[in-house]
């Protein structure tokens, strides 16, 4: 079965930083494009950023261009987000999700984590 | 970026009614549109890909329609367990995007 969990949520004032981890399991997973999406609270889904199998290239929505920042190790099946520069609009509940590469399904996100918290205020 | 603009923003049901989703597309994205059940302290779920394909697992209640700017996500006969929000989501281009969803409510 095919796990995503993550972790690094927490609690930090605006300017500051936070990594954000995905730990995968039960894939091979340097075969998938993964990607993060948030929901702010009482707001819809948000997508934030995605990635190559083989880490590049990467993409970002424009409200984080050049904060945050995707990444992963592909040897320790694990994503990550670098999230630099804080505000208060990036207060979220963080997802990652595996994006579905078989033929045909054209891009949809087949499996998600279960979130993590990440909490920006003074 | 492809505005994704979805119809009821939210709606009461009856357990056994039949509920159509719309959600529309700022510009022709194909057949690049993903429809996911969201329960609160839960992780999405995809119920259909490609506009109109049938996740596995999915009951068969759950159908999809539409191509080109235009889609709709229909639930033949709401069951208790359908109470929820519901995404589109466009795969077409970057960013990609989600509709702002569409929460469905007991009556």
């Known amino acids: 079965e095919v796990q995503l969990v993550e972790s690094g949520g927490d609690f930090v004032q605006p300017g500051g930083s936070l990594r954000l981890s995905c730990a995968a399991s039960g894939l091979t997973f340097s075969n998938y494009v993964m990607g993060w999406v948030r929901q702010a609270p009482g707001k819809g889904l948000e997508w934030v950023s995605a990635?190559?199998?083989?880490?590049?290239?990467?993409t970002y929505a424009d409200s984080v261009k050049g904060r945050l920042i995707i990444s992963r190790d592909n040897s320790k099946n694990t994503l990550f987000l670098q999230m630099n520069s804080l505000r208060a609009e990036d207060t979220a509940l963080y997802y990652c999700a595996k994006v579905d590469s078989t033929s045909g399904r054209l891009g949809a996100f087949d499996i998600w984590g279960q979130g993590t918290v990440v909490t920006v205020s003074s | 970026d492809i505005q994704m603009t979805q119809s009821p923003s939210s709606l009461s049901a009856s357990v056994g009614d039949r509920v159509t989703i719309s959600c529309r597309a700022s510009?022709?994205?194909?057949?690049?549109l993903h429809w996911y059940q969201h329960k609160p302290g839960k992780a999405p779920r995809l119920l259909i890909y490609a506009a109109s394909n049938l996740q596995s697992g999915v009951p068969s209640r759950f159908s999809g329609s539409g191509s080109g700017t235009d889609f709709a996500l229909t639930i033949s006969s709401l069951q208790p367990e359908d109470f929820a929000t519901y995404y589109c989501?466009?795969?077409?281009?970057?960013?990609?995007?989600f509709g702002q969803g569409t929460k469905v409510e007991i009556k």
């Open positions: 989501q466009q795969s077409y281009d970057l960013p990609r995007t």
């Open positions: 990635i190559t199998g083989s880490g590049d290239p990467t």
């Open positions: 510009q022709s994205i194909n057949t690049y």
